[in-house]
């Protein structure tokens, strides 16, 4: 989108009943400004919020922003951070010398912890991860501060938002959970290993593979953490059954994130599926839509998190196994003694938040590549 587009209230809303309206001619409406490159986005987010009365101006670019700026007056803006023409920090350096009272909410797909700090220091209101819901309700018609308009008027409350994205994430990540230990069994099984398929743990019926402890993971990070993380219980492997131990255990730990990136590819043909049957244009804004919209888009992220994570060379993730099975032997034995220590290193890097940065770009480019194979760049 290259031009900037203002959206009224829809015919027939009730004349200052949007947020921050109250009873007729108390107060406006509270007027927003969107800045997305992402056309489809926008003008979702657009339609949305103006069923509720919020009066909508959207923008394509910084360019268009500033222009937008400098012949309106907004109550608060939202700006991608990754844009073509200029980036959403470099927009809000320049607007907070253009309207320093306006709240303003960064919003982006690649999130970090470093980028929300930059965020914050530069003045930014509050900091977003898309796909985010921008459900808004209806404010109190008392006066807010700006802040409390850009964050309690747009967005939903953040617990709120943590739940449905629990809500969205529980059969992605059940299903990349328990389709990982199916892989490992059915690897293990195909190279002369029966132990799994004798335990009956090579089915996709999640009860004989759900773990306690990496359920709760799964909960306490979809609630806390920029990252979704869990585990299913470990299909057992006897590698005595093996003709080679280390070529065949790195197969088989290889089988599970293998098998997480083929679930994340088959979540985005169903995205790409439900785009092209539904145009996101005409059904944006639906809730039954727009849930599994999100669903489908989280079951990729969360699969990708799934590989990647296992992936990192620290035992006993399938990383540590697969390095194992390639380091020379001398080396091999010596690395794989560490594994007493592995899940110790594990919780201080997800304590110390270290975990993600290494994790983020990894995650990032995979979802970016694989919405481009399915034709959804």
């Known amino acids: 989108m290259s031009e900037t587009h203002s959206h009224a ?29 992402e056309a489809g986005f926008i003008r979702v987010m657009q ?39 200029m980036d959403g920090f470099e927009l809000l350096r320049v607007v907070r010398r253009m309207a320093p009272e306006m709240a303003v909410i960064m919003l982006t797909g690649h999130g970090g912890a470093e980028e929300a700090r930059e965020g914050m220091r530069l003045g930014a209101a509050g900091y977003l991860l898309k796909p985010c819901e921008m459900d808004a309700r209806p404010c109190a018609p008392c006066p807010a501060p700006a802040f409390v308009v850009a964050a309690g008027v747009m967005f939903e409350t953040d617990i709120a938002a943590k739940v449905k994205l629990l809500a969205a994430a529980f059969v992605p990540m059940l299903l990349g959970m328990v389709c990982h230990e199916v892989a490992h069994g ?39 953490s920029p990252f979704i993380l869990g585990w299913a219980k470990p299909v057992p492997v006897n590698p005595r059954y093996f003709r080679s131990i280390r070529r065949d255990m790195a197969l088989v730990s290889v089988a599970g994130p293998l098998t997480n990136m083929l679930v994340a590819l088959g979540f985005a043909l169903c995205l790409r599926l439900l785009t092209l049957a539904m145009p996101v244009t005409l059904w944006g804004g639906h809730g039954v839509y727009d849930f599994f919209l999100y669903m489908f888009f989280v079951g990729i992220k969360v699969n990708f ?23 020379p032997r001398s080396i091999s034995w010596h690395y794989q003694k560490m594994e007493r220590y592995g ?9 110390t938040g270290m975990l993600f940065p290494i994790l983020s770009p990894l995650v990032q480019n995979s979802l970016e590549f694989t919405l481009w194979l399915v034709g959804l760049e």
């Open 47 to 85: 339609k949305r919020l103006a069923r509720r009365g919020y009066v909508v101006d959207t923008a394509g670019s910084g360019t268009d922003a500033l222009r937008a700026l400098r012949g309106a007056t907004y109550d608060a803006a939202v700006f991608d951070l990754k844009m073509d023409d």
């Open 186 to 224: 059915w690897a293990a099984w195909k190279r002369g290993d029966p132990t799994a398929k004798m335990l009956g743990r090579l089915t996709l019926n999640p009860l004989p593979h759900l773990d306690v402890m990496g359920s709760l993971l799964f909960v306490f990070t979809a609630l806390t």
């Open 305 to 327: 998190m799934l590989a990647w994570f296992n992936l990192l060379p620290i035992p006993p993730l399938d990383g540590g196994s697969i390095l194992a099975g390639v380091l």
């Open 9 to 37: 209230p829809p015919p027939g809303a009730p004349s200052g009943a949007g947020p921050g309206g109250g009873p007729e001619g108390s107060a406006p409406p509270v007027r927003l400004l969107l800045v997305d490159d």
């Open 343 to 351: 899940l110790i290193v594990l919780v201080v890097l997800l304590a």
